[in-house]
């Protein structure tokens, strides 16, 4: 158990639905990240957030659109998605963007059919 | 950009075995991140160094910044120890960069 909860666990959508992921962690860090895990490949950095900021996104497509209402809850909106976009989605927080330790949760296996 | 190159990619080792998994990168560091991802998908960090050897339980953990080289070491494996092993590092971005993982299967 490290803090970070995701849910769902699971999610499989079809390529007309808006689903929603969410990420929430309690350990009082301030910022928060969504990575994108593909079969075989290194884990993707998509969005990192810093006080409520969104202070990098790593070229992502607008149909992943992230929300952080507050330092403890991120959001990971999707709609309209392609089948190659089936992977885990992990998120992680630390202190703060310069903090040397990441805590991962244990993430949503996204299918798109 | 750094580069982080594990190996092997994949790793099936007997109970008992002693395990090394190497992780080399290509520019300069501030820290080094050996990370254990299970097959529900939670990662677990098990490891940050900037310098020098780490142990914790049966895990050993060493750096050579010269040689841009991290190894992690299993003593006396065991099918629990069944996981992938990611090596991150962390740059000038502060950013992790992350390596393709080493998938390790202990066989009873």
């Known amino acids: 158990e490290t803090g970070v909860t995701q849910t769902p666990r699971h999610l499989v959508m079809g390529m007309t639905n808006k689903k929603s992921l969410k990420c929430e962690q309690h350990?009082?860090?301030?910022?928060m990240y969504w990575y994108k895990q593909s079969a075989k490949k290194p884990l993707e950095l998509m969005f990192v957030y810093n006080f409520k900021e969104q202070t990098e996104n790593n070229s992502v497509p607008s149909r992943f659109s992230p929300e952080c209402p507050n330092s403890s809850h991120l959001f990971l909106h999707l709609h309209t998605l392609q089948p190659e976009d089936s992977a885990l989605y992990l998120c992680a927080s630390s202190q703060d963007t310069g903090a040397f330790e990441a805590f991962f949760g244990q993430g949503t296996r996204l299918t798109v059919v | 950009k750094n580069e982080v190159e594990q190996s092997p990619q994949n790793l099936t080792a007997q109970e008992g075995e002693f395990i090394t998994i190497n992780c080399s990168y290509s520019?300069?560091?501030?820290?080094l991140h050996w990370l254990q991802q299970h097959p529900g998908g939670g990662i677990v960090s098990l490891f940050m160094?900037?310098?020098g050897k780490k142990k914790h339980g049966r895990l050993i953990a060493t750096i050579n910044i010269q040689e841009k080289h991290s190894s992690l070491h299993i003593t006396a494996s065991h099918p629990r120890d069944s996981a992938v092993y990611i090596c991150a590092v962390r740059g000038s971005a502060r950013q992790l960069t992350f390596g393709s993982g080493t998938q390790l299967t202990v066989l009873p």
């Open positions: 520019v300069g560091i501030s820290a």
């Open positions: 350990l009082g860090h301030n910022a």
């Open positions: 160094l900037s310098s």
